[in-house]
């Protein structure tokens, strides 16, 4: 590809790169931490039924998500007061990463921001792209993040932090009481807390937007509620903080949320049996998951998220995910410093985690 007219900065990004999705054959895909189970009716119908206005350009604020978000959350919070969420402080994009993609510009431009050096990926090429500076804070041996370093240790010219909860790859979670240890240590700079696995075992902070103006979540839908090939994510802070991203986004594109998408989003919130009740499965089979993979002698990190993130004794990690492939299951490998010895498994349904369990045992020779 010729690169005559591409800019400066574009010749030098280093894209993120997504989760393999293969043509060439079925496989059991372990590896891009998708749902397993389908979306619920409720959803369907509001798709079917939104279809024949696709005629019409969606509605730029998708105020039926932002108002079904906000009791969604008020309801499972039990929020009362000041602390109650309304339409103002919730924000719809095209899934969390484009979200993700307009703080960038709306708060972090001029900036320096941090994150960890084992987290999403997708972080520093957000930074490259926008030319925003970062600083990379090492996780501890465990692979956990230290609340301490965060709390007193952050150099003072952040002026934001990324902080994934629970962390990807790695599964693992902060406590809420430990994330508002944080805010509050940092009331001058911004702490955006990533929520896209929250949903399978982790606390949410979206209770303390109101209460910590430093305080911004994003939300996908791809993964709890089952929407990853629809696209739509959220973002929960302050009034003030929404109104600001808004203001990006109007400048940038208005209608960044679909008809089809505001219909399936705001059902999907509304849904909260359906919800329940696939999660608490991915919960379980999550969990019989890594007592199996324990037994085969894996070193598996405790999860909160709908993965484990596991490091096979017996066989090196890039071999096991070769030869899974060549079987026809795909996982995930990370071919970096600190996790190259681990795969990221997506928790699927019990008979996909079998098919892996048992493939796992006949590679090892069990």
Do not use: H, W
């Amino acid at each position: 590809m010729t690169t005559t007219f591409l800019s400066e900065l574009a010749a030098g990004l280093e894209p993120y790169v997504p989760g393999e999705q293969p043509k060439d054959k079925k496989y059991i895909k372990l590896n891009t931490n998708e749902n397993p189970y389908p979306p619920s009716e409720a959803v369907i119908r509001a798709i079917e039924e939104e279809a024949a206005n696709l005629r019409l350009y969606p509605d730029p604020d998708a105020t039926a998500v932002r108002t079904a978000a906000a009791e969604y959350y008020n309801d499972a919070l039990q929020l009362t007061g000041t602390d109650r969420l309304t339409e103002e402080n919730i924000f719809v994009g095209n899934g969390s990463d484009e979200v993700l993609a307009f703080l960038f510009p709306t708060f972090f431009k001029g900036k320096k921001i941090a994150f960890a050096d084992v987290t999403y990926s997708f972080y520093p090429v957000y930074a490259s792209l926008f030319e925003v500076p970062y600083e990379l804070l090492p996780l501890k041996e465990d692979l956990s993040v230290d609340v301490e370093q965060y709390c007193g240790g952050l150099p003072g010219d952040i002026g934001a932090v990324l902080l994934c909860n629970p962390n990807a790859p790695t599964g693992r979670a902060l406590q809420l009481a430990e994330i508002e240890r944080i805010l509050a240590a940092n009331p001058e700079k911004l702490i955006v807390v990533d929520e896209a696995y929250v949903d399978f075992g982790a606390q949410t902070a979206a209770g303390a937007v109101n209460r910590y103006e430093n305080l911004l979540i994003t939300q996908t839908l791809s993964k709890s509620r089952q929407l990853a090939g629809i696209r739509a994510g959220i973002a929960v802070a302050s009034k003030s903080l929404i109104a600001g991203i808004n203001a990006v986004k109007n400048s940038f594109n208005s209608y960044t949320a679909d008809r089809l998408a505001i219909a399936a989003a705001a059902a999907a919130f509304r849904d909260r049996q359906y919800f329940d009740m696939t999660r608490e499965k991915i919960i379980s089979t999550r969990q019989r998951t890594e007592e199996q993979l324990r037994e085969l002698g894996f070193d598996v990190i405790p999860s909160s998220s709908n993965f484990l993130f596991a490091a096979p004794r017996e066989i090196e990690a890039a071999e096991l995910f070769s030869r899974l492939r060549e079987a026809g299951i795909l996982v995930r490998y990370f071919a970096k410093p600190r996790i190259d010895d681990r795969l990221r498994i997506t928790v699927g349904t019990d008979e996909e985690m079998d098919a892996l369990i048992r493939e796992i045992r006949n590679i090892l020779g069990r």
